[in-house]
């Protein structure tokens, strides 16, 4: 199982980003897909989730109106769309994969403990 995250990298303040993570190796529309990130000397913390489907998502309060999640489950791929960035939303992002419990299952979670595969991250660096 493959978690490739990218699209990271070093924007002003105010910019836009549009992380991707291409997943291999498992049936992709089983999973519900997430996005946490950490930044240095901090725990690693929920972004986002979305449904195995693409029809329910769930944001952390700090990137709520500023971050869409979404997926392509023909591509494998599932994306935040973050806007009007912050400093404080500097980190190490991350993607991660929660094997649904069937297609009746739109429980998404937020803790990290609860996700069966991650991958590797992507720094975001908001400075000016």
């Known amino acids: 199982v493959q978690l490739q995250a990218s699209g990271g990298g070093l924007v002003q303040p105010g910019s836009s980003l549009r992380l991707s993570c291409a997943v291999s190796g498992l049936s992709f529309s089983d999973y519900h897909m997430g996005w946490f990130r950490q930044a240095p000397g901090r725990e690693r913390e929920f972004v986002a989730v979305?449904?195995?489907?693409?029809?329910?998502?769930d944001y952390s309060d700090s990137v709520k109106g500023r971050s869409t999640i979404s997926r392509d489950n023909a591509k494998n791929t599932v994306y935040l769309q973050m806007n009007s960035l912050k400093p404080e939303d500097t980190a190490d992002y991350y993607c991660a994969a929660d094997r649904f419990g069937g297609r009746w299952d739109y429980q998404l979670r937020r803790l990290a403990h609860e996700y069966d595969y991650w991958g590797q991250g992507t720094q975001v660096t908001v400075s000016s």
């Open positions: 979305v449904s195995w489907s693409g029809g329910v998502t």
